[in-house]
Structure formats: C-alpha cells, structure tokens
C-alpha cells in the first residue's frame, strides 16, 4: 500500500487570501490597527491560536480564545470561500488514485472547515478521508494529528509519505518515521523545508507523483 497525507493549506489549496483577511478582521473587531500587522504569510499553516498569539502579541494582548471565537465566526461566514487550488492539484490527485495510491487530507485547520473548502474545491474524489484539528483543541499538533491517522487507519509509517509546505509539516513526518515532500508553491519555502530536513523537495505538483508512485 502506497498512502499520501497531503496538507491542505499552501499545499493542494490557495488559503492566503481568506486566512489572512480574517486575520485582519480579528485584529479590528479587538480594536486594533489591523493595517500594522504587514504580510501574514507566516500566520498560514500553524494552528490558528498559535497565528493569533503571535499576532496579538505586540499589541500587549492575551484575548487569544475570545480572538479565536472571533477568526472563526468570520471564517466560516466568508473567509473559508476565498481560496483556490493551486494549479496542477486536481491532475495529481488524479494521477496518484490512478496509481492506488490512498489519500488522506491532513491539516492543521479545522477539520469541519477542511471539510467545507474540500467540496468547495471539488476535491472530494479519491480522498479515503479528511483529518484535522477538531473543535476544542483536539489534534491542534501536526504530529499528533499523524499519529492518530496512522492509528485509526493502520497504516504503516513505512507505506506513507507527507506532502506539504511548512516545517511543521517535515518535522510531524520526522516524529512519525514518515517520508516527507515539501512543495516549494506554498508558504514555507525552501530555506524553511530544508532546515526542517524534508525528505525531497519539489516544485511541481506532477513531481510529487513521480516521487510517490516510483
């Protein structure tokens, strides 16, 4: 058996635009300048408390869980929409499940709303499921988020490889025993996937199938 995790966000799924704007929403709906904050492009990829934290952060401002209460009410109402799929995405998917390559989601976003941009993308063929953070906290860690998937699927660390853009994603990989893809189209970039000691590095999505399927 041949499994790809493949992340969600700067991965298969443009996010920037939505993320960031309700980012910015968070930070007015406070009372604070949201215009101060430059790119977010760091913000997209960790889990969102630990975006918002930082975000709040020079402002002296500690409401993290009322501005995560706030982030995904604006979220789910608008921002979840306001994305795309990276060019190439939808041929890979196809070209890994026609190889037999098994296909699970897995990010650090919400699992609900994972869910959501899935369909809204048109995603949805060839995935055996979608894993990600769940409401109240749980699997908010990447390597956690892996261990339960290797769990619940009994997949062997062996037959998997993660695919994804950030650090986060090589280093949960790492503490799996997980082959890992960076994919330099997303938000970390090569310095980032290279400290982190990804495994193979590509700037194509038809290059992760090569790697996958050989």
Not at 47 to 74: C, N
Not at 149 to 160: M, Q, T, V, Y
Request: glycine letters at 10%.
């Amino acid at each position: 058996m041949r499994v790809a995790l493949l992340d969600l966000d700067g991965t298969l799924s443009d996010s920037r635009p939505g993320i960031a704007a309700s980012f910015r929403h968070t930070l007015r709906a406070l009372g604070h300048d949201p215009d101060t904050a430059g790119d977010l492009t760091w913000a997209v990829g960790p889990p969102i408390a630990v975006s918002l934290a930082r975000l709040l952060e020079p402002f002296g401002d500690d409401r993290v869980d009322e501005a995560l209460t706030i982030y995904r009410k604006q979220y789910s109402d608008v921002g979840l929409y306001d994305c795309s799929a990276y060019p190439g995405i939808a041929a890979m998917m196809s070209a890994l499940r026609s190889s037999g390559v098994t296909m699970c989601i897995a990010t650090s976003k919400r699992r609900d709303f994972a869910e959501r941009v899935i369909d809204h993308l048109g995603l949805r063929d060839g995935l055996l499921r979608v894993y990600g953070a769940e409401p109240g906290g749980g699997l908010d860690h990447k390597h956690d988020l892996l261990a339960h998937i290797l769990s619940a699927e009994g997949f062997s660390p062996a037959d998997c490889v993660m695919v994804g853009d950030r650090l986060h994603d090589i280093e949960a990989a790492k503490l799996n025993t997980i082959r890992s893809i960076g994919v330099l189209w997303g938000y970390g970039g090569r310095a980032e996937l290279e400290a982190a000691g990804a495994g193979a590095i590509v700037a194509a999505p038809a290059e992760v199938v090569r790697l996958v399927v050989d």
